[in-house]
């Protein structure tokens, strides 16, 4: 297989006084995948590139559920390109549902803080320095990435899945006032304890687990800031989103709504 065309030259650190008092703190990203082959080494480039800049300590995790288009070679040689103490290739055999996936990557992970996103050029790095500054002003336990709040917003979405997006964080917003603005995001930061107790008292798979993941933390009284970003839907490969999938929320939600 052709090697994967990234660069090490990367810009040099550069910190201010607020992002040199986060040295001691280490941030572990799990990128879970499957079939990501193409969009992979871009986003651990953009990943690596932004910590580099921003001079926060780092690893990136990725967790390649058996992906059968090549992901793992791949991933095998950014781990070669950028070295194993950065990126760790942790997979698994088969798909296992993301909750899982988090739990194999945090068993993994020697950060303190842990930072969740997706490998499909959706979720851009070039926010994570924002979380970042936002959990130190707030000394929050969680900071989600909302596209529904200031300057937030969605790229590349055609009317349909807009309406589907807003219609479920609507509903979502009206049965279980949970005190943010976008349930359904999968970019966001998390203390690694909060994130760990989390998921163990979450039961939802596939898209209803993010907003189950914000309804806990409600309960268990944790703190979550938020930062608007930007999402622009995938360049290459297919959406996993489907009718199956829109089911399984409304299903996930109602079960929600009766138990919390």
């Keep these: ?21 986060s040295r001691r703190d280490k941030f572990s990203v799990l990128l879970p995948t499957y079939n990501e082959r193409e969009n992979l080494p871009l986003i651990v480039w953009l990943l690596v590139k932004s910590f580099t800049e921003s001079g926060f300590n780092y690893e990136i995790i ?29 997979p698994r ?7 899982t996936a988090y739990i194999h990557g945090m068993k993994h992970a020697t950060g303190n803080y842990i930072i969740i996103m997706d490998a499909d050029l959706s979720h851009h ?4 320095p924002e ?49 943010a603005s976008d349930l359904t995001g999968s970019f966001r930061l998390y203390r690694k304890e909060v994130l760990q107790k989390l998921i163990e008292k979450c039961v939802s798979k596939g898209y209803v687990f993010q907003m189950e993941m914000i309804v806990r933390a409600r309960q268990l009284n944790y703190t979550i800031g938020e930062v608007p970003i930007s999402f622009v839907d995938r360049v290459y490969g297919e959406s996993k989103l489907g009718g199956n999938e829109i089911v399984s929320f ?11």
């Design 1 to 21: 297989m052709a090697s994967v065309g990234v660069s090490r030259s990367l810009p040099r650190s550069r910190r201010d006084p607020e992002e040199r008092g």
């Design 62 to 90: 990725i967790i390649d559920d058996g992906s059968p288009d090549g992901t793992r070679e791949v991933a095998e040689q950014l781990e070669n390109i950028f070295g194993s103490d950065k990126i760790l290739l942790r």
């Design 93 to 99: 055999e088969k798909k296992l549902g993301l909750g």
């Design 125 to 128: 790095p070039k926010f994570i």
């Design 131 to 179: 979380f970042i500054r936002k959990q130190k002003e707030g000394n929050f336990d969680i900071v989600s990435g909302t596209r529904y709040k200031g300057n937030g917003g969605v790229y590349g979405w055609d009317l349909k899945r807009k309406i589907i997006s807003r219609g479920a964080n609507f509903i979502t917003q009206v049965l279980l006032r949970p005190g």
């Design 250 to 260: 409304l299903k996930g939600l109602l079960t929600l709504f009766a138990t919390t």
